[in-house]
């Protein structure tokens, strides 16, 4: 995960490595204006809306067309070298999953 500013506010770019080795990219533009825009990855198609809580916590919320939506709280942690986000899915049959994550900060690879 990185996070990177933007003239518009941030860019939230999740990397990831499937079971089978495939990685995958995806990258979107938080406005932190709380208006709903388009939305669509291998998850989710419908509207992502972002807004900043407080000075430590962004929250980013996926609405997709199937019902199911996605809650992302990234808050700051006291350490600086960690990052805390909480994600809460919500199906379409009721069903809720949440999970907190603590992120540990990497320093880039030079090239």
């Not at 995958?24 to 932190?32: D, F, G, K, R, V």
């Not at 388009?38 to 900043?52: A, I, P, Y």
């Not at 067309?65 to 700051?76: E, Q, V």
Request: charged letters at 35%; aromatic letters at 6%; a neutral charge.
């Amino acid at each position: 995960m990185r996070i990177e500013p933007h003239g518009k506010g941030e860019i939230l770019t999740v990397d990831t490595v499937e079971k089978d080795g495939r990685r995958t990219s995806s990258s979107s533009i938080l406005y932190l204006d709380s208006t709903p825009r388009d939305f669509e990855d291998l998850q989710c198609s419908g509207t992502q809306t972002s807004r900043r809580l407080n000075i430590q916590t962004v929250e980013i919320l996926r609405q997709c067309g199937s019902g199911k939506w996605i809650r992302f709280i990234r808050l700051s942690s006291a350490n600086p070298n960690e990052l805390v986000l909480e994600v809460t899915e919500q199906y379409s049959d009721g069903r809720r999953f949440e999970q907190r994550l603590i992120l540990e900060k990497q320093e880039r690879e030079k090239d």
